[in-house]
Each structure stands twice: as structure tokens, then as C-alpha cells.
């Protein structure tokens, strides 16, 4: 999206607040920043709300997450801790690297009727490969044959929570993750933002959508929250 389009779509964004009423114009001011966002970070959600604690201490409970999509400039192809390290994707050693060096991106798989999972990628592995050779030991609970996501089924990543003991392929969370199950990468943390999201769907499952629609109303009022542009992330423990 260049510039001229960002400028053009804020343009029109003011003419319609300028043509509505004095009330209205909040809600119009909400949408335009939400409008931005996406336009800016090229995702949908562009704000996520991380529900647990499994990327602490890097992402805590309650953090509003920017992410922006995975092929937007500047930032280059995913990459984890070992390709950060200089390692070629599908390299035959892991090498010596430290932990939460690789991207941290949004990722599900077809069929998961979860939310999607916010983690950090280890490494790139190849379709077949034993991955567990260059993992780190201290994550991965046994041998290739007795991981069920081992060999790779698919090219893809190994991905885990920083808090998390194990990989997310050893521990069962998700299989080797496709690239195309990557929806978007994590840029930067807002401390505790992310929780008028997270209150708005607890108000949802415990009073009905009519409660949670006068309280969604009046935290976007209030605090300038467009909560129709946070999405929320399962992290697992």
C-alpha cells in the first residue's frame, strides 16, 4: 500500500466525519484508526489479545500485540533462531544459538476450531527430516519415533512458547507448521492492552452478546479501543 493510498483513504475518513452528526464522530474516529492499521500492517486482525502466558516473559497475559503480514517490507522471509544464527533452512546442525532469536509469527491449522497460536519459530525443517537431531534436547521429550509429529510430515517450522517446556511438536500442541498456516508476524508488545478484548468475550460467554455489545460501546467511547480490529491468540501452556 503506497502512500498516495494511505493519504487518499484518510481523506475520505475525514469527509465522513465531517458529515456526521457530533455523537457519531467517536465511533468514526475508532473506525479510521482501525482502517489505518490494517492498511499499515497489511493483516486483519491488526491487534492481537494474548489470553496465557506462554510467550512470557517476551508477550505476558493481557499484552496487545501489533502484528503485520508475513511478506510486508521491510521485514524479510520467516525466520527462526537458527537461520537468524546463519544456518541455512534445513541445515545439518543446529549450531550454538540463544532462545527467542526467531521470528514470532500467528499461526493455525485447517480444520482447528481454536484460536489461533501465537509463538516463536525455532527452525525450518524439510518434509521427512528428523528434526529432533538439531533441536534443543532440553525441548523435545524423547526420540523421533516416539514423537508423533516426527519425521516432518510436511516442509515446514518447528515452533514453541518461551515459557513452554517443549516444542510445540513434542509437547502435541500443533504439527510441523505449513507456511501457509502462518496468518501474520508479531512486531512489538503493548503491555496490558490486550484485556478490554479478552473482558469483552468473557462478558459475551457469561451475560449474552447484548451486555457485551453496551460494553464493547462504551470502552471504545472511553478509551479509544476498536475492539472489532483485536483479535485474540490462544498461547498454550
Same mark, same amino acid.
Given at each position: ?84 544464527? !546463519?544456518? @541455512?533452512?534445513?541445515?545439518? %546442525? ?5 532462545? #527467542?532469536? &526467531?521470528?514470532? *509469527? =500467528? ?86 492492552? !490486550?484485556? @478490554?478484548?479478552?473482558?469483552? %468475550? ?5 451475560? #449474552?452478546? &447484548?451486555?457485551? *455489545? =453496551? ?5 471504545a467511547t472511553a478509551g479509544g479501543v476498536a ?11
Amino acid at each position: 500500500m503506497s502512500r498516495r493510498s494511505i493519504a487518499r483513504a484518510v481523506r475520505r475518513l475525514r469527509r465522513v466525519g465531517r458529515s456526521c452528526p457530533r455523537v457519531g464522530r467517536p465511533l468514526v474516529a475508532i473506525v479510521a484508526i482501525a482502517a489505518l492499521l490494517v492498511l499499515l500492517a497489511g493483516a486483519w486482525p491488526p491487534l492481537v489479545a494474548v489470553e496465557s502466558g506462554s510467550m512470557a516473559p517476551s508477550v505476558e497475559r493481557g499484552d496487545l500485540v501489533v502484528v503485520t503480514a508475513i511478506d510486508r517490507f521491510p521485514w524479510g522471509p520467516i525466520a527462526g533462531e537458527r537461520e537468524r544464527a !546463519g544456518e @541455512p533452512s534445513g541445515g545439518p %546442525d543446529a549450531g550454538r544459538t540463544t532462545a #527467542g532469536d &526467531g521470528d514470532v *509469527v =500467528v499461526f493455525s491449522r485447517p480444520g482447528d476450531d481454536g484460536r489461533p497460536i501465537l509463538h516463536r519459530v525455532a527452525f525450518a525443517v524439510e518434509a521427512g527430516e528428523d528434526w529432533t537431531r538439531r533441536g534443543d534436547p532440553d525441548r523435545i521429550d524423547g526420540d523421533c519415533a516416539a514423537l508423533r509429529h516426527c519425521p516432518a510430515p510436511h516442509d515446514g517450522y518447528v515452533t514453541y512458547g518461551d515459557a513452554n517446556a517443549e516444542y510445540d511438536q513434542s509437547a502435541g500442541i500443533a504439527p510441523v507448521v505449513r507456511p501457509e498456516w502462518i496468518h501474520a508476524r508479531a512486531l512489538t508488545a503493548v503491555p496490558a492492552l !490486550g484485556w @478490554p478484548r479478552i473482558v469483552l %468475550d468473557l462478558a459475551v460467554a457469561r451475560f #449474552g452478546v &447484548g451486555a457485551a *455489545v =453496551v460494553l464493547a460501546g462504551l470502552v471504545a467511547t472511553a478509551g479509544g479501543v476498536a475492539s472489532l480490529a483485536v483479535g485474540r491468540v490462544r498461547d498454550r501452556i
